[in-house]
């Protein structure tokens, strides 16, 4: 299963990558892709169980999701410190679930 996740955690990697590299203005494709796929990435660890580890897993990708949703739907400008950020956070989670 966590193959599945780390596959899920990749594939949302490449697609916050394109929208990094867009710096759109607002609403944008690749982060609609990275959001489901990180959502599917926490499903996934959800369904893998609930130890100590997981739990911390879990905290860090919403913490992601919440990031990447920021760029998603801004309320403002969008905060691209936080936004790269999280896409560094989202790529040593992927290497622990993996």
């Given at each position: 299963m966590?193959?599945?996740?780390?596959?899920?955690?990749?594939?949302?990697?490449?697609?916050?990558?394109?929208?990094?590299?867009?710096?759109?203005?607002?609403?944008?494709?690749?982060?609609?892709?990275?959001?489901?796929?990180?959502?599917?990435?926490?499903?996934?660890?959800?369904?893998?169980?609930?130890?100590?580890?997981?739990?911390?897993?879990?905290?860090?990708?919403?913490?992601?999701?919440?990031s990447?949703?920021?760029?998603?739907?801004?309320?403002?400008?969008?905060?691209?410190?936080?936004?790269?950020?999280?896409?560094?956070?989202?790529?040593?989670?992927?290497?622990?679930?993996?």
């Amino acid at each position: 299963m966590s193959d599945t996740a780390v596959s899920e955690g990749r594939a949302a990697l490449a697609a916050y990558d394109r929208a990094l590299a867009a710096k759109p203005s607002g609403d944008n494709h690749a982060f609609a892709e990275t959001t489901q796929r990180l959502c599917a990435m926490r499903h996934l660890l959800i369904a893998k169980g609930r130890d100590p580890a997981s739990r911390k897993q879990l905290e860090t990708l919403n913490a992601v999701i919440s990031s990447v949703l920021a760029g998603h739907f801004p309320l403002g400008g969008i905060p691209w410190p936080e936004v790269e950020h999280a896409r560094h956070t989202l790529a040593d989670l992927v290497e622990q679930v993996g």
